[in-house]
């Protein structure tokens, strides 16, 4: 693991491929000149030329990255592994630094900045939520780890703002006091303009995706 000074004027990619938008983004300097979303992304090839073509856009080519940044879940089971698999094959080819930012972090990041408390929810399916608070002192802190959690469960976090991909799904038939959903944008560009402050440079965290809940199929045993 590396600690990262601040990136300067360096060439940052990031893309989310966990979420129901796949989205491209790259920065430079924490100022993102080009983004790119889509519904999500099925494959890997399809990834890999969004990513061409928003470097194509910024007037750069893959081996002038300084860096790459992905997003590591909760989210899609698929999304989750094409992104990640990207990321470390970029990385493994080009030697750029790499980081893998919890999904649930970035879209807190992209809340209101006045609110005091959020709840930075992915939809895990079956009625339930991928959930986590986070608290303004006044950086963003984790209240506590990500849990699942049933609709009605996360009324009880007693937060003030909800964000997420089908936030104002989750809270329309709540009963009780009324909590403000947010619906995120494409989060590439977000994770671009915070990896100029990004701590966490860790290429072994690739290979451990935020899935919180196990894969819907297992893997087959070794002969």
Partial sequence: MTTAAALDDRLVLAFDTGSPITSVAVARGGAVVVEQAVERAGSSDSLLALIDAALARAGAVARAMDAICVL?????????????????????????????????RVLAEASDPEAERVIAVVDALRGEWFAQVFERRPELVEEGPARILGAGAVRELAAET????????????????????????????????????????????????????????TPSARV
């Fill in 72 to 104: 590591r879940g909760p989210g899609s089971f698929t999304g989750l592994r094409i992104g990640l698999a990207t990321a470390l094959g970029l990385h493994q080819a080009l030697g750029v630094r790499v980081a893998a930012m919890p999904t649930l």
């Fill in 162 to 217: 909800v964000i997420g991909f089908g936030a104002s799904r989750l809270i329309a038939d709540l009963d009780g006091p009324r909590l403000r959903a947010m619906e995120p944008p494409p989060l590439a560009a977000l994770a671009a303009r915070l990896a100029a402050g990004w701590l966490t440079w860790d290429p072994a965290l690739l290979t451990q995706p935020l899935y919180l809940r196990p894969p819907p199929t």
